[in-house]
């Protein structure tokens, strides 16, 4: 069958408002996960302090102080090289694959700082945060081997037993470059 004159018009106008309206959706979806800029006066780059830090923002949520107790466990352990601390940080799915020695190899020069919560969401619950990452080159991912690496991270958070633990990454809003 072929389409002309109003047939084709009709046809191509329906496939340009689908192309668009999918653009529209992709771009609203992509916006609503990293619309919010960095915190007022945040940095990026290694820092002493340790402290998972709240934006406004994320402080005005109602479970702000259980993110903030749960993301400060969480890279705690890993700075302090505590395996069983950051059992008791992360889901069950999210430890089942790691060993204590295979952990503690993987996280062996990692310090992480610089922590700040931009935002906090439910639906699930989730936690942007932006932090630095300084590790020797054989450890950073292997698309960015760097030996210091600014994140924006949005982990998802779920309660474990009435304990908030972090349950994983979202896949679609990280991002990561190299510290200059």
Known sequence: MRLRGRRLTMVLTIVLLVVLGGGASAAWALGRTRGTPMPAGYSAGPTVDETVQLSGTAHEHPRAADVQLTLQRYFDAINRRDFDAWLTSV???QSVNQTADEWSHEYSTTVDSNLVVATIQDDPL????????EQDVAFAPKGLPATCINWDLTYLLTDRDGVLVLSGIDPSTQSMVACR
């Open 91 to 93: 889901a069950a799915d």
């Open 126 to 133: 989730r936690a942007r945060l932006m932090f630095t990452s």
